[in-house]
Structure formats: structure tokens, C-alpha cells
């Protein structure tokens, strides 16, 4: 069985302020991981996503998230948040990229200027 | 190359009534996958079609069915609608490969309300 667990429904940063989200996860298998953001009213976008090749993994918009197995996390990081970066961001673990993915409950992340 | 998309954009019904939700997947894709994301919460998976047969099934009731046609373009059917039907109802595709390392895109939504 697979699950995600999101920590902080709602995170507030400054602008230029680090931004982290976090995502843990349980998987009997070697999972893939995902993260996507989905802004007012529109579907999701992927980000990043973790297929077993590199732990550090950099997708769009200047977000990066690194694969910890021992710990079980796959946190999503960006050094420098800004006003537009102000969305809902969605952590999902699958057993394949075609397969089903098993969502978070998400964290809204606000941008304060 | 065109995305994932979804058609209606917004969709009211009356409780009890039938729906019918369309979905074109992305060029290329052989693979259609239906989410429910209920208001606050994270999608949830519904099916997923891969040459047109059934390939996996959430934790949904009968009265969600669904269809993928030669073309890969699919439907989400929904019976006897209920109140928590309410959501937004997300389509996506993907390419399925022997390494299944694909990802799947998301098209924009349905919004349905249900009275």
C-alpha cells in the first residue's frame, strides 16, 4: 500500500524567503514521486518528479526537491519565493509514472510581500 | 503538439440526474486516468483506461463508469447522482511503456455541482 502525508495544510513565507513543503511517504515498493501545483480554478501542473535516478531532483519555476529514503520524504524546496509561487502544491507517490498516483491532501502556500 | 483537455468547463445537476464528462487526451497517449477532487482535498483516483479496457479502479462505486474510445479520447459517466458528488473532476493521460516511467498531464477539470 502507498500514502502521502503533507505536513502544514497552509504555509506562509515572505517574498524572497525560502520556501519548503513537505511530503513524506509510505511505499512497499520503490516509489516514483511527484509534485504538482494547481492554482485557482485550474487543474495541475507538474513540477518535478523522483523516477529512481537521481536524489536531487530540479523541475520548473526554480523548485527543487531531494529523495531522502531513510527518512521517507521528498521535500520541496525553492531558495526564493515569489508572489506569483502562490498556489496549492500537491505531493503524489506511485508505483509507476502510468500508474495510479495516491495524492496528498495538499498545502496552500501564501506569499506575503 | 495539444494538452489534456476537458469538456464541460463548469457542469450543474440535480441530485439523482445522469452526467456525462469528456475528456481528450494528449497526442500520443494511450492511457486515460479519472480523478475526483473534492473541495480542500487532494484528487482522488476514480479508473484509469489503457486500450480501451478497464485497468485499475479506485475506491468508487459502480455508478462511475467509464469509457476510452479508439481514439483515446474518454467519458466519465456518473448514475444516480449524489451531494458528494460535488467536485472537481480531473482527467489525465499518459504513454504506458514497458518501463511505465511515463507521467501523467492533467487536463484543466470539470466542475460539477450537484443540487
Known amino acids: 500500500a502507498q500514502s502521502v502525508t503533507q505536513l502544514g495544510s497552509h504555509v506562509s513565507v515572505s517574498e524572497g524567503a525560502l520556501v519548503l513543503l513537505r511530503c513524506n511517504y ?9 509534485w504538482y501545483v494547481q492554482y485557482p480554478n485550474q487543474g495541475l501542473q507538474l513540477l518535478l ?4 535516478a537521481a536524489t536531487l531532483v530540479k523541475g520548473i519555476n526554480g523548485f ?3 529523495f531522502k529514503k531513510s527518512e521517507t520524504s521528498f521535500h520541496l524546496t525553492k531558495p526564493s519565493a515569489h508572489m506569483s509561487d502562490a498556489a496549492e502544491y500537491f505531493c503524489a507517490v506511485s508505483r509507476g509514472g502510468t500508474y495510479k ?8 502556500l501564501k506569499v506575503l510581500a | 503538439e495539444t494538452g489534456v483537455t476537458q469538456s464541460p468547463t463548469h457542469l450543474i445537476k440535480t441530485r439523482g440526474q445522469q452526467v456525462t464528462l469528456r475528456c481528450s487526451s ?22 484509469q483506461y489503457y486500450r480501451e479496457e478497464e485497468n485499475g479502479r479506485g475506491n468508487f462505486p459502480p ?8 481514439n483515446y479520447s474518454s467519458e466519465l459517466n456518473v448514475n444516480a447522482l449524489e451531494l458528494d458528488d460535488s467536485a472537481l473532476y480531473l482527467c489525465a493521460s499518459s504513454l504506458a511503456t514497458a518501463g511505465g516511467t511515463d507521467t ?12
Open chain 2, 26 to 47: 494528449q497526442s500520443g497517449h494511450n492511457t486515460v486516468s479519472w480523478y475526483q477532487q473534492a473541495l480542500g482535498q487532494g484528487p482522488q483516483f476514480i479508473f
Open chain 1, 49 to 52: 518528479k523522483y523516477t529512481s
Open chain 2, 104 to 115: 501523467q498531464y492533467f487536463g484543466p477539470g470539470t466542475r460539477l455541482t450537484v443540487l
Open chain 1, 64 to 66: 527543487e526537491a531531494e
Open chain 1, 26 to 34: 509510505s511505499s512497499s515498493v520503490p516509489p516514483y514521486l511527484f
Open chain 2, 63 to 70: 455508478r462511475f463508469s467509464g469509457l476510452q474510445f479508439p
Open chain 1, 101 to 108: 498516483y495516491i495524492f496528498g491532501t495538499g498545502t496552500r
